[in-house]
Nanobody, 122 residues
Framework: QVQLVESGGGLVQAGGSLRLSCAAS????????MGWFRQAPGKEREFVAT????????YYADSVKGRFTISRDNAKTTLYLQMNSLKPEDTAVYYC???????????????WGQGTQVTVSS
């Protein structure tokens, strides 16, 4: 089992940057593909980015490609999301999740964090 705790959210102006972290407990962190998802008020949770267990393969939603970077440090059992050039439409609760494969489908992720709020002001 993996427990996930996100941090790093906050309020930032449009064009600014934030770095989210997801601390994982358990020695099996490096066995899992990891993903970031987000949910804005009144909307469904959506895929943001995913990374394979080694960190060699990454995939992004078109809406964040070129602005966000997903990475991981298996020695620190931590997942990151560097978010640059933030836009008001990036405002959402951001969740990290652990799954068995790099995929954009929520149903493929077994473990979820509690989320961290990101608010981008215009």
């Amino acid at each position: 089992q993996v427990q996930l705790v996100e941090s790093g959210g906050g309020l930032v102006q449009a064009g600014g940057s934030l770095r989210l972290s997801c601390a994982a407990s358990g020695r099996t962190f490096s066995s899992y593909a990891m993903g970031w998802f987000r949910q804005a008020p009144g909307k469904e949770r959506e895929f943001v980015a995913t990374i394979n267990w080694r960190g060699a393969n990454t995939y992004y939603a078109d809406s964040v490609k070129g602005r966000f970077t997903i990475s991981r440090d298996n020695a620190k059992t931590t997942l990151y999301l560097q978010m640059n050039s933030l836009k008001p439409e990036d405002t959402a609760v951001y969740y990290c999740a652990a799954g068995l494969d790099v995929t954009g489908s929520l149903r493929d992720y077994r473990y979820w964090g509690q989320g961290t709020q990101v608010t981008v002001s215009s």
